[in-house]
């Protein structure tokens, strides 16, 4: 008994009055099946290739009998439940498979009778106005009250057969449908089963196309009223993600991303529009939706937000509070979450900001020109540029609309896709002809490439004029953002002073060949 009960306390890190009032039951039931109980072998195991479990209790009864051909032993079998369900588990096949294995793993061992020896719960709780000796003083009086019940059950050999069919049938399962029951709360996937998270989900057996770019990431600019954000809606299924307010034109389902603010009785909480932004892609990040596209109107809200959000944190007023490092800080929790957002598993992620036209940039010879661009901070801007497909920018003068991918000095444009027309109507088909013709593009260049693939690779001029380091906000954003990625605005223009010139011919072999 003292082993029993001692086995139950270590079995806890922490023992309180609740862990006493279980053992004082234990120690009360284990005397009374001590005087009640024959004795015998306790925990039998039965085990072969098909059946595992274990005898309770097995009780040698062959003295008591007349032993038939071949019977060399014979026992009585018990198993004990805790629990008042008498009924149920009269109905239960486990003894009878029980007795089944063990006459068949142990040739000429009998099974004679088996028990189910029933330990009555007792479940009385301690009362508010009652101390806890009073409390067990009562407990002591409920256990006496009821009684160990051992009830015999009579071998039917159906039930081997329906358990054995029953685990054919599993086994010819090939679809297992959720069915929600109490047992789930015992099931320790229960919280990703519930919530839906298929997290053992493998991708089709298929190749990727590595030459086509299947998912488009599109970040757009434009002067107010320009047709951006109706531009966007014409994308498949889209969610915006909207800080403007501005979405009177268009009728795609929206999420406004601004500070939040609720009552919780006498409080007001405030959640910042970042922390709404963050919360909105980690549910976006679940998959459970069918949107196709996600829209953020606009790119350069969230920054202000991001902002805001880290300077209350950090309780600063100001840049000056912590110049270099907040601006750091501040770019690089926008820039990573920007990176989960452009990352997410949809079609389309289009970024909408509105265009700057108050930068001068001066020419080689002295003269001024005012650039256009997106209106975002120069440092997250290029490495925003270097997390899309495609930087385009919406025009719309008199009754023109187009969307313009120039990458002449005085416009901010271009992208990794290579585009032949500089400007295109302000029209999704257009836009999505523009990725047919790059896809095609990359399929030319890549059978170009596979005719001459012992000459070595020359340098793309976007991975030349990568970045310098010291110029990155911190390492995780610049190793997200790969170097043959990271574009710059001004960048185009040498891009464009270079133009992508075949691979010098300057390898031994080639000379070889030629002689
Ligand atoms: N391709 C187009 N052809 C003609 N009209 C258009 C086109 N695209 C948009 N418009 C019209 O232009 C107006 C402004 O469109 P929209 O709201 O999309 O502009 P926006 O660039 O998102 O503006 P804001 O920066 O103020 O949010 C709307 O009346 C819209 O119907
Ligand atoms: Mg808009």
Not at 382 to 408: C, H, P, Q, W, Y
Not at 451 to 479: C, F, L
């Amino acid at each position: 008994m003292e082993a029993g009960i001692n086995t139950y306390f270590f079995s806890f890190p922490v023992i309180d009055d609740l862990h006493v009032n279980e053992a004082i039951k234990l120690e009360h039931w284990i005397r009374k099946a001590d005087q009640l109980l024959p004795k015998g072998i306790y925990e039998f195991p039965i085990e072969d290739d098909d059946f595992i479990g274990y005898a309770d209790l097995l009780h040698d009864v062959t003295d008591e009998c007349v032993l038939t051909r071949g019977v060399t032993k014979v026992f009585d079998l018990y198993d004990f439940k805790y629990s008042n369900n008498v009924e149920s588990y009269l109905k239960s096949g486990q003894l009878h498979e029980y007795k089944y294995y063990i006459e068949k793993n142990h040739p000429g061992w009998k099974i004679r009778k088996m028990f189910f020896v029933f330990f009555p719960k007792v479940t009385i709780k301690q009362r508010k106005d009652e101390d806890i000796f009073t409390f067990r003083q009562r407990l002591k009086a409920e256990l006496d009250r009821n009684e160990i019940q051992i009830v015999e059950v009579v071998y039917d050999p159906t039930k081997v057969i329906d358990f054995v069919t029953k685990v054919k049938r599993i086994l010819e399962l090939d679809e297992f449908p959720k069915e929600e029951s109490r047992l789930c709360a015992w099931c320790e996937y229960q919280e990703y089963c519930e919530k839906g998270v298929d997290y053992m989900l493998l991708p089709a057996n298929q190749r990727r196309n590595i030459q086509e770019v299947q998912k488009k990431v599109i970040w757009i600019y434009g002067a107010p009223f320009s047709g951006k954000t109706t531009l966007a809606n014409k994308f498949p299924d889209p969610l915006m993600l909207n800080t403007d307010g501005n979405i009177k034109y268009v009728d795609a389902p929206y999420i406004p991303i601004k500070d939040k603010v609720t009552v919780e009785g006498r409080q007001t909480k405030r959640q910042l529009a970042w922390a709404v932004f963050k919360e909105v892609v980690d549910e976006l990040e679940k998959k459970q939706n069918d949107f196709k596209t996600i829209v953020v109107d606009l790119l350069e809200d969230l920054y202000e937000h991001c902002r805001l959000y880290i300077y209350d944190k950090r309780g600063w007023e100001h840049e000056s509070d912590d110049s270099f490092k907040a601006w750091d800080i501040v770019r690089t929790e926008f820039l990573s979450t920007i990176k989960r957002l452009v990352n997410l598993d949809y079609e389309n992620i289009v970024l909408i900001s509105h265009e700057d036209r108050s930068k001068d940039l001066t020419k080689k010879g002295g003269d001024k020109l005012s650039t256009i661009r997106p209106n975002l901070a120069e440092k997250p801007a290029n490495k925003i540029a270097g997390m899309v497909d495609i930087v385009a920018r919406v025009i719309a003068e008199d009754d023109r609309r187009v969307l313009s991918f120039k990458t002449s000095e005085v416009i901010f444009g271009g992208g990794r896709l290579k585009v032949t027309e500089n400007e295109i109507p302000l029209d999704y088909d257009a836009l999505m002809e523009v990725y047919a013709e790059a896809n095609r593009a990359a399929a030319e260049d890549k059978k170009d490439k596979s005719m001459t693939s012992n000459t070595p690779r020359e340098k793309k001029p976007a991975e030349r004029n990568a970045e310098p380091s010291d110029d990155v906000p911190n390492q995780e954003a610049e190793q997200n953002a790969s170097a043959g990625e990271a574009a710059n605005f001004f960048d185009q223009k040498v891009q464009e002073a270079e133009p992508a010139t075949p691979a010098a011919p300057t390898t031994p072999q080639r000379k070889r060949r030629g002689q």
